[in-house]
């Protein structure tokens, strides 16, 4: 069994005490039924305070926990209050290493551009979690148009893309959409909660609209949709 877990929404003290006695009484359960809990267990708390507090009366029913302020889960960073990219920048740091490589292939054959066919998707591997700022996009489009045989120095980056590869290519294009298009498909699933949806909005748009550094403030899905929305000039007023 793995990959089980679970979470509390509310006021700190019954949060807490919701928490803790659903996570005693599933180990205890499981423990009876001869499962073993797994040292590498997490748990993420939106404060450290109250963190604590839940790590400490677990420990007390014999229930070990790491508190952390990430956690990595399908390949996705997980955070408390803090927004973690660290999974996101490895995976960012070898596509610069492969599209180095890929570059000085292509200079000998051109036809050698058909290595980077998979194109740089897994390398953004759970950007409709978190998003990508602008500048980590542009980082990305500029090692796609390398690896298109078609840009030269000073030459433009769109241009090569296009040549080189389709529209879909270009990361700047196809990643902001591929965030906003799995937002209107969670949106359906989120219309029971349209009240708590929109304050749930309406603080971070506030935060991201004034902020001198926007994807710095960014902490999960809802913040990332705005700030994409911000980044091309729309005023993301509500979240439907």
């Avoid at 996009?137 to 840009?151: E, F, N």
């Avoid at 937002?183 to 708590?196: H, R, T």
């Avoid at 960014?218 to 091309?232: E, P």
Wanted: net charge positive; charged share 25%; aromatic share 4%.
């Amino acid at each position: 069994m793995d990959d089980l877990g679970h979470q509390e929404v509310g006021h700190e003290r019954v949060a807490t005490a919701r928490a803790i006695n659903v996570a005693v009484d599933l180990v205890h359960g499981l423990r009876g039924q001869g499962f073993v809990m797994s040292s590498k267990s997490l748990l993420l708390a939106s404060s450290h305070k109250a963190g604590l507090k839940v790590q400490a009366a677990l420990k007390a029913a014999d229930v070990e926990v790491q508190l952390v302020q990430a956690a990595r889960d399908l390949g996705v960073d997980g955070h408390s209050r803090r927004r973690s990219t660290a999974v996101m920048q490895k995976r960012l740091r070898k596509a610069a290493t492969k599209s180095r490589v890929i570059q000085h292939v292509v200079k000998l054959d051109r036809q050698a551009r058909i290595l980077c066919r998979t194109g740089y998707r897994p390398t953004i591997w759970g950007l409709e979690g978190q998003g990508l700022a602008p500048t980590t996009l542009r980082r990305l489009r500029g090692q796609v148009a390398g690896m298109s045989s078609c840009r030269y120095p000073g030459g433009c980056s769109t241009t090569a893309i296009r040549l080189g590869f389709t529209q879909q290519a270009d990361p700047l294009v196809s990643a902001p959409k591929q965030l906003l298009k799995e937002w209107l498909g969670l949106l359906d699933d989120l219309a029971p909660e349209k009240a708590a949806l929109e304050l749930a909005w309406r603080r971070p748009r506030e935060q991201l609209e004034g902020a001198k550094s926007r994807w710095g403030r960014v902490r999960g899905t809802i913040s990332a949709v705005i700030a994409t929305l911000l980044d091309v000039g729309w005023q993301p007023l509500a979240p439907h």
